[in-house]
């Protein structure tokens, strides 16, 4: 994938990492742009942070959706109509079913603050995770970017940062240390993604190279366009 992607990006709260998305993008670092910014949580930091920006955004109350169907019916519509190539959960709080899910199968990512699968599931999120892994005394923590599937927490692994953690740490502390990694991940997993370089296989992703790095065989180039270099 070569051209500029279109990336959707779905948020619930203050939207760092959102913010390190699109930074990344103005910068060039991701061959891409965030289209539209959704959230269930019209007071969220992020609707705010992508106004700033000129970036639209689609705002669904859950109050206004008892049913869920209800909610990722609209959702889904309203995205649909940016027409998004990478869809980005970066602090949405609503687990979304498998039906929703099905329609971004491998190009739907979500950001976790702690190396999966430890400290992963339903119920972990936000500060239950750092008070988890300190009660747990873990020595190390991190975070996980991850292609989404039915199981919340559970697609295929793209990249993990590893963050040590301190006899001093404080659930404060230890939240702050890892987002400033998730904020130079999220953005190396999006353009990895960009560059058409995250292969799945079953539940791995496997990195291919930079064609800027490993050159291509010119002899494959001829084979690609159907001549034979034989003779
Ligand atoms: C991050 O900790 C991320 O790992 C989790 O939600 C949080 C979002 O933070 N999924 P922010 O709203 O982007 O600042």
Avoid: W
């Avoid at 930074?23 to 019209?42: E, M, T």
């Avoid at 659930?171 to 904020?183: Q, T």
């Amino acid at each position: 994938m070569s051209r500029r992607i279109r990336i959707a990006v779905l948020a619930s709260g203050r939207g760092s990492d959102l913010q390190a998305i699109m930074d990344a993008c103005d910068r060039g670092d991701i061959p891409g742009a965030v289209v539209v910014v959704a959230s269930d949580n019209p007071k969220a930091g992020a609707l705010e942070r992508a106004r700033r920006a000129g970036i639209p955004v689609i705002v669904l109350a859950v109050r206004s959706f008892p049913k869920r169907e209800q909610f990722e019916a609209r959702l889904l519509e309203a995205l649909q109509s940016y027409q998004p190539d990478l869809v980005c959960l970066a602090g949405f709080m609503r687990i979304l079913s498998p039906a929703f899910v099905q329609h971004f199968v491998g190009r739907m990512m979500n950001i976790h603050p702690a190396l999966l699968p430890a400290f992963g599931g339903v119920g972990m999120y936000g500060e239950h995770v750092h008070r988890a892994v300190l009660d747990r005394g873990v020595r190390v923590s991190g975070c996980t970017v991850h292609f989404v599937d039915d199981v919340p927490d559970g697609g295929p692994i793209i990249l993990q940062a590893a963050v040590p953690v301190g006899d001093d740490d404080t659930i404060s502390s230890l939240a702050e240390k890892i987002a400033d990694h998730e904020h130079r991940l999220y953005p190396e997993a999006i353009r990895l993604f960009a560059e058409g370089r995250l292969r799945r296989e079953g539940r791995r992703v496997r990195i291919l190279p930079s064609p800027e790095t490993h050159p291509s065989n010119p002899l494959d180039a001829l084979e690609s366009v159907g001549v034979s270099h034989e003779d």
